[in-house]
């Protein structure tokens, strides 16, 4: 008898990021990533902005063949460092201390080369252009000037021409690179043959100058400065995706270099003593000291002292939040008050710093639906543009008008195409916006997320955790007749003090004052507590707890309780020598920001709904009080309906955004159009969102939204121009309108204006 044959186990695939060098243009890029997606199983994005590539292979293949696919295309690749092995020696204090080291070795060599290149190439541009300063062979003066810009100034631009030429490849560079030797090598055949000059085209924009001794046009002045211009655009377009990429940096930078371990030690005071060692050397239940003023080396649960805690650079929020023992606190946060003693309860890529590095990383990586667009356009933009040139010195020639015109008008066509603005319009603003975000508390799962932004129109708000503190509070106590408040207060949390409820806890916390002991508790489940306090037995829960023992109930105390319960309030109901002697009032608290926050969200365009599991009449007070209209109010709900609820609201044809922090919020999240999950929340929440709001404040899910669509408009923007550019501005070049010179100056400040636009995210507010 056979046996039924096993279904094939799924491939076992593994991720790595590699760090890619090399690259000068968007068609590089989409090169790198052709070849790598050519390899059995592998899927890769290669991103020009943050170069980087991000490549899921099978488990099978060694990541060396990854980067040695890379090196076969002509760039460089780098498999990331391992990281450190838990309690390994980490770095040395200078290693450590590097990391806000922010000088970029190519940025700095490649200002060099323009600096030099520039104060070789204004001679030659202004004897060119300026027939006073002309003198008797003038000419050779500029060939001496313009030599080392064309060879040595140019050079970037020749190497990565020959490199992909090697490998039957043309970049932007082999635009750059053929332009500037056609201009050069023309010039110097003009020079040294003395060919007759023909007349050519007249054109409002033609700057190439007639020699007057007839020996023809030169286009020296055109070739150094299609040299300056396009490495001054390269040197501001790296120094700005440097710039771009600085809060992702900044935020990495943050961790403590070093922490004061605590270590056994008799001889010691207390049993141990403090060691200062690499921050890299804790483990999960290590205990370390946080002095004022010191960094929280890791994530962790306060052991000893108290302290006020600035979160800022992580959560964006201003204020510091005190912190005591058994609160937690998080790594790269500042102690600004006493000293602590913590116990690390994460550590290494497991810290909430980790992981918020982790998530930025991830969207700046990603590509939006119009990125992968542009970069398929870049793939075949170089040859496309190469064909143009050929057709125009073609078209000219075969017109009559002259070698020099038709050659001025294919060089600039070469000059003037720009593939690097489409490949830099998505990437650096999501950089930016990205990194942005981080540093306000805003963490953008992907480039996805920003059309999810744009649509919707109706955001769901989870009640308890969201829009409240999902912490019970005492609000109020009211006294019977006769009976001091203060009384009320005491006994009621001496008899709550031996319960676990929320609702206990509040009235324990709201005692003033000596708490007396209790005796013979009993827990009536669903009623209340009971037991005997100072020799007298107290009863405090539902009026029904003192129903049943035939105690009376003042109308004083019924009219408090109704008004509470009114009010969407719970009433707990306290008497003792059989009677109620008194109410108090217990309510789960609005957030102060959460009235502004929907307030915002309306300002928006989005309609707030709000939605949660308690029953309908605190539903509808919490509503009033933040500013949800009652017909908005979705109430009685168990966890797993919170999901029937949104796709009710998509059904309807409403593109729904949901902001929840618990469990039981996960599929709903997941659900809506888009997630946004509070990052006081669990990591489930988190994970089944597109939008992390890291500080538990409703008021940063309406700045979440702006940000989003504001990088989204950017966005937009910047591919407008790119497109916008190459579409007018090659056919202006094909019709000779356009000097070489002035499409060098043109196509440099095409990709420095996506950058900058970009840059301009740095500023949201």
């Known amino acids: 008898m056979s046996t039924p044959t096993d279904a094939a186990p799924a491939p076992v695939t593994a991720e790595v990021e590699l760090a890619l060098t090399g690259m000068t243009c968007a068609s590089c890029a989409n090169r790198i990533e052709r070849k790598l997606n050519k390899l059995d199983g592998v899927v890769a994005t290669v991103n020009y902005a943050t170069e980087k590539a991000r490549v899921t292979y099978p488990a099978t293949l060694a990541p060396a063949s990854l980067v040695e696919t890379v090196e076969q295309a002509g760039y460089g690749a780098a498999l990331p460092a391992p990281p450190p092995a838990p309690g390994a020696e980490g770095p040395g204090d200078d290693a450590a201390g590097s990391g806000g080291d922010d000088v970029d070795p190519e940025v700095t060599a490649l200002r060099q080369r323009l600096l030099v290149s520039a104060l070789l190439s204004l001679p030659v541009v202004v004897l060119a252009m300026v027939p006073p300063f002309q003198f008797d062979h003038w ?63 007249t054109h409002p924009f033609e700057l190439t100058i007639e020699r007057s001794d007839g020996a023809g046009n030169i286009y020296l002045e055109a070739a150094v400065a299609i040299t300056t211009f396009l490495l001054g655009g390269r040197y501001f377009e790296k120094r700005a995706k440097r710039q771009a990429g600085a809060a992702l940096r900044a935020l990495l930078d943050l961790g403590a270099k070093q922490v004061a371990l605590l270590v056994p030690d008799p001889a010691a005071p207390g049993g141990e003593r403090e060691e200062l060692v690499p921050a890299e050397r804790l483990v999960v239940g290590s205990r370390f000291v946080v002095r004022p003023g010191e960094t929280v080396a890791t994530d962790g649960v306060v052991e000893s002292g108290t302290s006020a805690v600035d979160a800022s650079m ?167 007749p006769g009976v ?18 929320p609702v206990a806890r509040a009235v324990v916390a709201g005692a003033e004052g000596d708490v007396p002991p209790v005796a013979a508790f009993a827990n009536v489940p669903g009623r209340g507590v009971r037991g005997e306090v100072e020799g007298t037995l107290v009863l405090a829960g539902r ?74 009449r605190a539903a509808v007070a919490i509503a009033a009080e933040v500013g949800i209209d009652e017909a908005d109010v979705v109430a009685d709900v168990l966890p797993e309906e919170k999901v029937e609820v949104v796709r009710r609201l998509q059904a309807e044809g409403h593109s729904v955004a949901m902001v929840g922090d618990g469990v039981n919020d996960a599929a709903a999240l997941a659900q809506a159009d888009l997630g946004l999950a509070m990052g006081t929340g669990t990591d489930v929440a988190i994970e089944a969102s597109e939008l992390t709001l890291v500080r538990g404040d409703l008021l940063v899910a309406p700045d979440a939204v702006r940000l989003a669509r504001r990088t989204l408009r950017t966005i937009k923007v910047n591919l407008f121009w790119a497109f916008a550019y190459n579409v007018a501005a090659i056919p202006l070049a094909a019709a000779g309108l356009l000097n070489p010179m002035i499409a060098g100056a043109a196509m440099a400040a095409s990709s420095v204006l996506v950058v900058s636009n970009s840059l301009r995210l740095r500023r949201f507010r």
């Not at 990565?160 to 010039?187: C, P």
């Not at 918020?356 to 793939?379: F, H, N, Y």
């Not at 999810?452 to 409240?468: A, C, E, I, M, Y």
């Open 484 to 501: 001091a408040v203060s009384d009320v207060r005491r006994r009621a949390a001496a008899v709550e003090a031996a319960s676990e409820h």
């Open 543 to 616: 009026p029904s707890l003192l129903a049943d023992e035939g105690w009376h109930l003042p109308a004083d105390v019924a009219d408090a309780v109704e008004a509470a319960q009114a009010q969407g309030r719970t009433a707990v109901v306290v008497g003792w020598e059989g009677a109620a002697r008194g109410v108090l009032v217990v309510a789960d608290t609005v957030k102060p920001s959460s009235a502004e926050a929907v307030e915002r969200l309306r300002g928006l365009g989005l309609r707030p709904v709000l939605l949660t599991g308690d029953h309908r």
């Open 314 to 480: 992580l959560t964006g929020e201003s204020v510091p939040v005190e912190v005591a023992p058994d609160d937690a606190v998080v790594g790269a946060t500042t102690n600004v008050g006493g000293r602590l003693v913590v116990r690390a309860t994460r550590v290494g890529a497991d810290t909430q710093l980790a992981r918020m590095a982790r998530l930025v990383e991830d969207a700046q990586t990603g590509k939006a639906e119009v990125q992968r667009l542009a970069d398929r356009i870049s793939g075949v933009f170089v040859p496309v543009v190469i064909a143009i040139a050929v057709a125009t010195l073609g078209f000219w020639l075969g017109t009559g008008s002259g070698a020099g015109a038709a050659f001025t008008a294919a060089v600039a066509v070469l000059i003037i195409a720009c593939p690097c603005a489409l490949g830099l319009a998505t990437p650096t603003a999501l950089l930016v916006g990205t990194g942005r975000g981080a540093q306000l508390g805003i963490l953008i799962k992907g480039p996805e997320v920003l059309e999810s932004t744009r649509r919707v129109d109706v955001v769901v708000l989870d009640k308890t955790g969201t829009v409240t503190t999902g912490a019970m509070a005492l609000l109020d106590v009211v006294a019977a």
């Open 139 to 201: 000419q050779w003066a500029s060939l001496t000037l313009a030599a080392p810009v064309v060879v040595w100034g140019a050079w970037p631009f020749h190497r990565a021409a020959l490199v992909n030429a090697r490998h039957g490849a043309a970049t932007m560079d082999t635009l750059v690179s053929v332009g500037v030797t056609a201009a050069f090598t023309w010039s110097l055949y003009a020079l040294f043959l003395g060919t007759a000059g023909t007349p050519g085209m």
